[in-house]
């Protein structure tokens, strides 16, 4: 009779937190929290955070445009920096899978936001996502007088 070891491995559902990509996405995350109440008064900034600042106008408006029911002063900070991150990398600089930059979000919506972040996280881009993919990756911006007609 042969005795076979079975190993099994186990596969974790939380990101890896020694993985550098997150790392990074979390201290971006931190700084724009922090630029929120600073107003551009954080010593180190890393580029994509400078990336961001310079294209803030624009990702703000998109989270206005697919999160109509929530005004931008009025969604919790950590919650605004996420989307910013996320909107950008999306958006404008488009690295990354669009499905990876979502999973991310709600990865880094878990782990500093309240206990309904990821779920906001997750309808805003994913309305992003489903809009700009239904239209061959052109931006088309929804408001309430278009979705009427």
């Known amino acids: 009779m042969v005795k076979q070891n079975y190993r099994i491995k186990l596969v974790s559902t939380v990101k890896n ?3 550098p990509r ?9 700084q724009l929290f922090a630029l929120s109440f600073s107003k551009g008064k954080v010593l180190s900034k890393e580029n994509k955070t400078k990336e961001i600042l310079k294209n803030l106008v624009k990702i703000n408006k998109f989270i206005g445009e ?3 029911k929530y005004p931008l002063d009025k969604i919790a900070k950590v919650d605004l920096a996420i989307l910013q991150l996320a909107v950008y990398e999306l958006m404008i600089e488009k690295k990354e899978p669009p499905k990876v930059i979502i999973d991310e979000a709600i990865e880094l919506a878990k782990e500093l936001g309240s206990d309904k972040t990821f779920g906001f996280v997750n309808a805003v881009l994913g309305k992003i996502y489903n809009t700009t993919n239904t239209t061959n990756k052109q931006i088309l911006p929804i408001n309430e007088k278009q979705i009427a007609k």
């Not at 997150?22 to 931190?30: A, D, E, F, G, S």
Request: no cysteine; proline share 7%; net charge positive.
């Open 66 to 68: 697919y999160a109509p």
């Open 22 to 30: 997150h790392n990074l996405r979390t201290k971006i995350v931190q």
């Open 17 to 19: 937190k020694m993985d």
